[in-house]
C-alpha cells in the first residue's frame, strides 16, 4: 500500500487548500483513512477521519474548518481546509488503516504518506 499526499504549500491567512492523498492498492477503497499533522517540535495530531463507507469524524479543537471526504473511484482522500490560520502551519500525513473501529492515534494506521507542507502567513 503507498499514499501519496500532495496541494501543500504558503498560504495567506484566511485563505483555503485542498490536500489530496491517492492511495494505490488493490483494495483501497476498504480502508479508512485519516489526516494528521505535525507542526516544528510538536506530536502528530489527529485531524480527520473518513470510513470505507463514507463516516467521517473530526477531531473536536478544529472549529468546522475542515472537510475530509473520499473519491473511491479515484482512490484518492480529500482535506479541505477554509479560513486558515498561522497555526495551522504543520506537515500534513494522510494514513490508511483496516478497520474504522479506533483512528485517532497514529499508532492505529498502518500505512503513512509523505506528508506535504502547509505554511501559513499571517
Known amino acids: 500500500v503507498q499514499l501519496q499526499a500532495s496541494g501543500g504549500g504558503l498560504v495567506q491567512a484566511g485563505g483555503s487548500l485542498r490536500l489530496s492523498c491517492v492511495v494505490s492498492a488493490p483494495t483501497a477503497s476498504s480502508y479508512t483513512m485519516g489526516w494528521f499533522r505535525q507542526a516544528p517540535g510538536k506530536e502528530r495530531d489527529f485531524v480527520a477521519a473518513v470510513g470505507s463507507g463514507g463516516t467521517t469524524d473530526y477531531a473536536d479543537s478544529l472549529e468546522g474548518r475542515f472537510t475530509i471526504s473520499r473519491d473511491n473511484a479515484k482512490n484518492t482522500m480529500y482535506l479541505e481546509i477554509t479560513s486558515l490560520k498561522p497555526e495551522d502551519t504543520a506537515v500534513y500525513y494522510c494514513?490508511?488503516?483496516?478497520?474504522?473501529?479506533?483512528?485517532?492515534?497514529?499508532?492505529?494506521?498502518?500505512?503513512w504518506g509523505q506528508g506535504t507542507q502547509v505554511t501559513v502567513s499571517s
Open positions: 494514513a490508511a488503516k483496516r478497520y474504522y473501529r479506533g483512528h485517532h492515534l497514529s499508532t492505529q494506521y498502518h500505512y
